[in-house]
């Protein structure tokens, strides 16, 4: 029987993957690949088989890609050496038989100049080999999650403001879960192969929309505080951020105000078959980050 595997089981967007395929096939039919699976236990207890894999490690690959069909390839974090894992996962994979991947890159604005560091280019890399590949593939964009900008203005935001650096730009960021289940959808539903899609949320909101947003929910008035980078800088590594983070969340605070994520093409909802949650109602139901 093929089967669909989701790398990543043991991290947010793998493990709520799953747990929507879960809805949509038997367990039977669904593998999860993790370094540690002692780290899925709870996909495991709902029947789904966790095999252990690396994506530095070729012949793990193989071997967890054993009677697999279809791989969600959840991106390594930033900061390893994404193009290399990545490279190594596609040729594993095409090794063992697997006929589709699903990738899902940091979405970029058609003929952007834009650059994210440890991001765009290894999404880039990725997107070449998988096309140079004998392999069907789905490319699904993802925009900031919901719980990243959330963390670009901090746990704080409802008493000291939205203090990020200056800019009217707008993000239309989508919740992980969102993300999660339309990934279930394409690795589920027929006609997704060789297709691209956008997966930004709706609607797109500035940093001031957001400090609108907080004081409605608060009933008291949040105000948007435009900060410098320097001060910015300030602000992460005084909450904890090593400054090599900091620098790195900085620059996807640069590209929401510059409008990278601004389009509302619908392709989420479309997946969804509803209206993705906003980020007013996310905000409402998570007032604090989840790590
Ligand atoms: N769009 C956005 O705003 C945004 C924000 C943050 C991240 N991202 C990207 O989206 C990815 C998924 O996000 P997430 O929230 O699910 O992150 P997460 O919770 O940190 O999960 C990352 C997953 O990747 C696995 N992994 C890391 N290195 C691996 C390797 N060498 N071999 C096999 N598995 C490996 C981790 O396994 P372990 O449990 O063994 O570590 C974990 O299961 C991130 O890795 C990052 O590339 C996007």
Redesign the pocket.
Known sequence: MSKILV??????????TLQHLLGRRPATELVG????PG??ADLAAHGVEIRA?????HDSLTRAFAGVEKVLL?????F?D?ST?HATVIAAAEEAGVEHIVY?P?IRKAGSEFALPQ?TEPDTATIKVLEASGLRSTILG????I???QGYIGDNAFESGVRVPAGDGKVA?AS?AD?AEAQAVVLTEPGHEGRTYALHGAPAVSFSDVAEILSEIRGTTVHHVPLSDEEYLDQLVAGGLPGAAAEFVLS?VHAVNRGEWDDQPGHLERLLGRKPTTIAEFLRDHPATAR
Do not use: C
């Open positions: 790398t990543g089981a043991s991290g947010h967007l793998g493990r709520m690949l993790a370094r540690d780290k899925a894999g690396d994506y530095v490690d959840v991106p390594a974090p930033a390893t994404r894992q899902p940091i991001v993802h925009p900031p999650y719980e990243s900008v960021p992980r993300l996807w």
